[in-house]
């Protein structure tokens, strides 16, 4: 069974770095999607990075240029840097994977992933 737990999470004021960690655990497939979904209070869940085995990584626009996405293939290990953080950054951070062969297609897309975690809060204040 995958399992998805996330860490990292904390508060930080405007201008702050954080890392996010998701250890993924439960599968052996060498091919995959993974990406971070984020959700605001009263906001729908939002994509907010992708990558795929192969390196291949998709942003939001709200978060290029200071979010990178990373994944070490040994240790199943997802990354988030963080890195000028904005109040409107504010959210429950969830990372996802999936394994299908066309979970390339979804990306940032919340109906193509089917594995979650449980999520870290990032809170940003100003």
């Known amino acids: 069974q995958v399992r998805l737990v996330e860490s990292g999470g904390g508060s930080v004021q405007t201008g702050g770095s954080l890392r996010l960690s998701c250890a993924a655990s439960?599968?052996?497939?060498?091919?995959?999607?993974m990406a971070w979904f984020r959700q605001a209070p009263g906001k729908e869940r939002e994509g907010v990075a992708f990558?795929?085995?192969?390196?291949?990584?998709t942003y939001a626009d709200s978060v290029k240029g200071r979010f990178t996405i990373s994944a070490d293939n040994a240790k199943k290990t997802l990354y988030l840097q963080m890195t000028s953080l904005k109040p409107e950054d504010t959210a429950m951070y969830y990372c996802?994977?999936?394994?299908?062969?066309?979970?390339?297609?979804?990306?940032?897309?919340?109906?193509?992933?089917?594995?979650w975690g449980q999520g870290t809060q990032v809170t940003v204040s100003s």
């Open positions: 990558i795929a085995n192969d390196g291949i990584t």
């Open positions: 439960g599968y052996t497939y060498s091919s995959y999607c």
């Open positions: 996802a994977a999936d394994f299908r062969w066309y979970c390339r297609g979804g990306a940032l897309k919340e109906s193509y992933y089917n594995y």
